[in-house]
């Protein structure tokens, strides 16, 4: 069994940062690509970030020069630093993995989510 938990959501003022963490857990032999996502209310969930276990990323356009995906994969973790945010980032944040675990099964799995509201 696998799990992903997100942590770092939060309040903060339009400007602020705020970094968010996923770490996954259980039976895993490794992980190739790591996401995160955000849904916003009334919205689609749309994707944010995504980063290769080789390292490439890429970026939805609305976050690029703001945002930045990285992972520790020692750690079975993916991190996403948000910075100059503004109000239309809040969402709930989603992270998003492509495992393989010890009984040579790939799946794709989902966090529970964090909710990151930006506000004065």
């Known amino acids: 069994q696998v799990h992903l938990v997100e942590s770092g959501g939060g309040l903060v003022q339009p400007g602020g940062s705020l970094r968010l963490s996923c770490a996954a857990s259980g039976s895993i032999s490794s992980i190739n690509a790591m996401r995160w996502y955000r849904q916003a209310p009334g919205n689609q969930r749309e994707l944010v970030a995504a980063?290769?276990?080789?390292?490439?990323?890429n970026y939805a356009d609305s976050v690029k020069g703001r945002f930045t995906i990285s992972r520790d994969n020692g750690k079975n973790t993916v991190y996403l630093q948000m910075s100059s945010l503004k109000p239309e980032d809040t969402a709930v944040y989603y992270c998003?993995?492509?495992?393989?675990?010890?009984?040579?099964?790939?799946?794709?799995?989902w966090g529970q989510g964090t909710q990151v509201t930006v506000s004065s």
């Open positions: 998003n993995d492509d495992i393989w675990d010890y009984m040579h099964t790939y799946k794709t799995y």
């Open positions: 980063m290769s276990r080789g390292g490439s990323v």
